[in-house]
RNA sequence: GUCCCGUUGGGCGAGUGGGCAAGCCGUCACUCUUUCACAGUGGAGACACCGGUUCGAACCCGGUACGGGAUACCA
């Protein structure tokens, strides 16, 4: 099947807030599709009705619009091969279908063991000391199937209505063999393969049918997932097989896991590197239990997308900055990584500080003026308007990570400081600066033109006159202004701050700092 | 336990048999700004281990160790 439409599938399940893996996932998925002029499906498989959770399946779609992922075909949008929810395809008998026509071909059979048989066989076979204990074309001889039963046994418990799984039915010693782009040739025993339920006992099929169904039918060429689901991708094989679908089937390609930050294991969803583990705010139903987003945590988008699309891929040359255009021309599954990948904090705070770089002001602006109004109940910005903002936020994004810092590191430009830095107070403050900074408030006071570099000149010239030592009171300058011990380029922020304002906050310092 | 996947500096990772093993984050130092940062320059820091193949191995093969995943009528 060559020159197959490239179309690829991000298919979660609504069992929660959509897992930044999770994102990355689609995202790949993503790129893939996009780089070869494909398609890029959302569908829904919430098979599992008792981990159903309200909300999930919006929060996945919001999720993905504000990664910037867009979405063909699928839930939220539609498309040629609706319903795109498996728990409505099921409805329509979709994967009953091919589960009969497996019973029918003899690759499947009836099952009817309850629960407890279940746990039984496993207990006996425990205590037989068998390695892996597993319903298989061993097992599977003493319990309770319709390849045990006779013919008409079988037929009176469907008759019945006796509760019933379909199992595939996995042959004892056959070596399963499939190519994974990303790892390679992947060899199997089938010994190593249970009697995988197809179709449980409430009609539902179970993600193993139901993803190859849909895979089919969607005409899905490439099926890109995490690498947890790489054991049981010969059970996948053979159901393409007894299909009659192996010929046609998606290329395979399992992505290595986020590992956690510090120690191994899988990324969770919560972590104490202070990051957010979910690309939004989400909120429990059930339980009420909730966690941050990127989004709410200041991140941009862009960066959130940039650093996701690093962990696990790299473009093979020096340059780490991509747009999504700039991700979509670069990737491949080729310079995708077998091993799992650490999340790593820091790095990606330092994405964020890149794109914060790049932005225009005035696009910071728009989104710190709301802070700003918030923080000073409407009292800070009034009269200085837009233009200030802009010039704050050009000043402050040198130093800062993230917007929700504007704040912190910036007030001093809305609210005059309440309380200084003690230990630059206390290695600073004596007679004699004390004396400079009263000094340099008259002086500013006579000044006509505030600018920076006129600021600048006045400070040094009044350092010279009172006898002081620039270096000594610079940092002590800042502190009078801002409170603070670091901050923006000092004349600059005088000048932004304004003549008025500045012989003000010098007065009040002299008279405050003891 | 069994099966599968993996293992290059503190983190991410380039590298696919042949000149001193890229780059980024972090860290340290220096320079610059007579402050704090930013920036620039430089430093420290790695092929898990043991065998084998080869004139030659981070790259190929085997074993060991370690890590991860899977082992459900969950996905």
Known sequence: MENKRVRLRFAPSPTGGLHMGGVRTALFNYLFAKKHGGDFLLRIEDTDQTRYVKGAEEYIVAALNWTGIKIDEGVSVGGPHAPYRQSERKELGIYKKYADQLIQSGHAYYAFDTAEELDAMRKRLEAAKVAAPQYNAVSRQNMRNSLTLSEDETKKLLDAGTPHVIRLKVPRNEEIRFHDIIRGWVVVNSSQVDDKVLLKSDGMPTYHLAHIVD????????????????????????????????????????????????????????????????????????????????????????????????????????????????????????????????????????????????KADSELAALFAPVVEEKTNGQGAKGKGQDYIEKVCKLIKEKAHFVSEFWEMGKFFFIAPDAYDADVIKKRWNEGSAKFIAALATEYKNMGDFTAAEAERVFKATAENTGTNPGQVMQLFRVCLSGMGGGPVLFEMTELLGKDEVVKRLETAVQKIK
């Open 215 to 358: 895979d089919k039918l969607m005409e899905i060429s490439h099926a890109v997932r995490g690498e947890e689901w790489l054991p049981s991708a010969p059970a996948h094989i053979l159901i393409y097989r007894y299909l009659g679908w192996e010929e046609t089937m998606p290329q395979l390609a399992h992505l290595p896991l986020i590992l956690k930050p510090d120690g191994n294991g899988k990324l969770s969803k919560r972590d104490k590197s202070g990051l957010p583990m979910f690309p939004l705010n989400w909120t429990d139903p059930s339980t009420n239990e909730s966690y941050i987003g990127y989004r709410e945590s200041g991140f941009f988008p862009e960066a959130f997308a940039n650093m996701l699309a690093f962990l696990g891929w790299n473009p093979g040359t020096t340059q780490e900055l991509f747009s999504m255009d700039e991700l979509i021309q670069a990737f491949s599954f080729e310079r995708v990584n077998k091993s799992g990948a650490k999340f790593d904090p820091e790095k990606t705070k330092w994405f964020n500080q890149q794109y914060l770089r790049k």
